[in-house]
């Protein structure tokens, strides 16, 4: 919103105090990545449902008030052993949605990290269908077009990626390189020691890098996630 790309709209900060009801029957689809913190396994203590960030009791309510034809989640591997079946799965089933779930690594569309992701999509038929005539339904008739598509996948060795939509990774030519004129100044080893090629050639300690970059999903990985989901709920 602050480089226009998107128009502007209200950001309300807290999920736990925002008011779904004023949104029933005027919402087609929620996107979300809810906390991972208590399914991660880098959490040692891995409360679940018992983590006071967990916030998907907020999400369930915000899903039972509004009803929207697709609900579209992502989160950490981890938690398909952990609070996907049992929390996350059995309230979406209950309000009466189909679920797919894939998981998709950001090195699978050519970034040069890791980070494989689960991706959840969960629709509901007969809002599909009393929406067909609507905006609902050219929605799902442009979601159903995305199903024939070919999904090119890099791999992410040597020259094979297209370096200009991500940071190089250690496989990629030029990793070895210290740039010129950076600010504040750092040494070769400290410049290789950023997080998998996620922070660019940003000078920072890792806190900073994982508070900045957040945890690395990429926009084609959500679209590889989406396209396999629908593919398999068609």
Known sequence: MEDSALPAAPIWSDIKSFDFSKFSGRVDGIVGGYPCQPWSTANQD???EADPRNLWPYIEAGIEATRPVWCFFENVAAHLS???ESPVGESLRRLGYEIACTL???ESVGAPHKRERLFILAYSRALGDAGSKGLQGRL???VAGTQGRQVERRVATGSSRALGH???GPADPGWHEVPERLFPAASKS???GLAH???GWLDLRQSERVRLAGN???PGAAAVAWQQCWAELS
């Open 166 to 168: 991500y940071p190089p």
């Open 104 to 106: 998709v690594t950001a």
């Open 140 to 142: 799902l008739q442009r």
């Open 190 to 192: 400290r410049l290789h």
């Open 82 to 84: 952990m609070g996907f």
């Open 216 to 218: 690395g999903v990429v």
């Open 46 to 48: 891995r409360l679940g």
């Open 197 to 199: 090629g996620m922070a």
